[in-house]
């Protein structure tokens, strides 16, 4: 079966880390875009880092800049968000999902400020929880 599946949220003091796992089953990250998206109550689901599918480009929302680092692993077909530095602010469900994009020419920023709806697979997301 196709799909993404997310590990390693959970609660954590302001200051400290916590880094996210993205595992793809029944396909390979090869050919996608991969991006790290984040929702609280009452506000729509937002991109937060977006990572693409041909010479690795990132983006990074101003929110999370400097603190959050995404890269990804083809040997393991996983992707990873490092997330230094939390806040209270970035207490969210976080979602992975994917793009397909075979030529390798999608931007990264493209995909997480304006390609929403047109995710392939999400992640079952993940609670995050910054507090003291």
């Known amino acids: 079966q196709v799909q993404l599946v997310e590990s390693g949220g959970g609660w954590m003091q302001p200051g400290g880390s916590l880094r996210l796992s993205c595992t793809a089953s029944?396909?390979?990250?090869?050919?996608?875009?991969v991006g790290w998206f984040r929702q609280t109550p009452g506000k729509e689901r937002e991109g937060m880092s977006c990572?693409?599918?041909?010479?690795?480009?990132?983006y990074y929302a101003d929110s999370v800049k400097g603190r959050f680092t995404i890269t990804r692993d083809t040997a393991k077909n996983t992707g990873y968000l490092q997330m230094n530095s939390l806040k209270p602010e970035d207490t969210a469900v976080y979602y992975c999902?994917?793009?397909?994009?075979?030529?390798?020419?999608?931007?990264?920023?493209?995909?997480?400020?304006?390609?929403?709806?047109?995710?392939?697979?999400w992640g079952q997301g993940t609670q995050v929880t910054v507090s003291s």
């Open positions: 029944g396909f390979t990250l090869d050919y996608y875009n």
């Open positions: 999902a994917t793009l397909f994009d075979q030529s390798g020419d999608q931007v990264a920023g493209g995909f997480c400020r304006f390609l929403l709806s047109w995710v392939d697979t």
């Open positions: 990572i693409g599918s041909g010479d690795g480009t990132t």
